[in-house]
């Protein structure tokens, strides 16, 4: 087996989906770098695979980085893998790629399972251009924060969550993005309980209210980008809205012109308050 850095994907659920190659690179690597070790030995213990673990992880040491890349230096070969799927989407691990590749270390990609990937290819939603953001901020006002920033993008929008917050990103995100824009909850994908279910918003929000188990294992949200007319506020209507801010509290000209426009009053009433902060 040729030296280098193998970045080799591994199953998402369904132990099926391995590859042929990344049975043959973790047959062959001297080292496998794993985020969980025990969760990787079981891998390898059905793959009837004896190679050697080590832990390496978000908080692993310089050393840890340090002993891969000697083996690496030396002409070795190491097989990075996360607990499934493909290494480096939501998981750290970049800085040893970094490293590898300023030694003149080959990186290598063995392609396999990717969670996002699956979600969109099975969701429904439009995946000539999405945007990946994975795990939202844990507290409420940074998540807000963030799905404001994220509410005019045009493409789909994919992130994964923790089944217990799930519910209450759901219902944020119909809060900024509106009630009626389009999501996709896919939980459990290639395992015995997936399931792919695709709603508005609002809609979804209340059948994951209604059934605890919508809210348990591995999940990825997608929401439809933002139409046209929710990206674009073109300066006719923002020369409206201005003036009838003039005249009327904020939020009943944000409320009038919503009306009107078939935009969205909270987005209308933000428009005016960073105006009013300018």
């Known amino acids: 087996m040729d030296s280098g850095l193998y970045i080799v994907a591994t199953p998402i659920g369904n132990l099926g989906d391995i590859t ?57 070969s190491v097989a990075l893998v996360s607990d499934a799927g493909t290494p480096l989407i939501s998981d750290p691990g970049y800085p040893l790629i970094r490293a ?29 251009r999405f ?16 799905l404001q920033e994220l509410a005019a993008q045009p493409h789909t929008l994919v992130f994964y969550e923790a089944p217990h917050r799930v519910l209450e990103t759901v219902v944020a995100m119909a809060e900024v993005f509106g009630e009626d824009r389009e999501a996709v909850l896919a939980r459990e994908l290639t395992k015995a309980f997936e399931t792919i279910h695709r709603a508005p918003l609002g809609a979804l929000q209340s059948w994951i209210a209604a059934d605890p188990n919508q809210q348990r294992g591995e999940i990825v949200l997608l929401v439809a980008g933002a139409s046209q007319r929710e990206a674009e506020l073109d300066e006719s209507t923002a020369s409206l809205l201005r003036r009838l801010a003039q005249e009327l509290p904020a939020k009943r000209a944000a409320a009038v012109v919503a009306d009107w426009s078939g935009l969205r009053k909270k987005a209308l009433y933000e428009f005016l308050v960073a105006e009013k902060e300018r």
């Open 100 to 128: 590898a590749q300023e030694q003149g270390v080959a990186v290598i990609p063995v392609p396999g399972a990717c969670a996002a990937i699956a979600a969109l290819s099975a969701g429904g939603l439009a995946t000539d």
């Open 131 to 146: 945007l990946f953001e994975g795990f939202l901020p844990a507290r409420a006002v940074a998540r807000e924060k963030r």
């Open 20 to 76: 042929g190659r990344a049975v043959e690179v973790l047959s062959g690597a001297d080292l496998i770098a794993a985020e969980d070790t025990r969760h990787s030995r079981r891998l390898l213990q059905h793959l009837g695979i004896e190679g050697r673990l080590v832990a390496y992880h978000e908080h692993s040491d310089a050393g840890a980085q340090a002993r891969l890349l000697e083996t690496l230096s030396g002409g070795g």
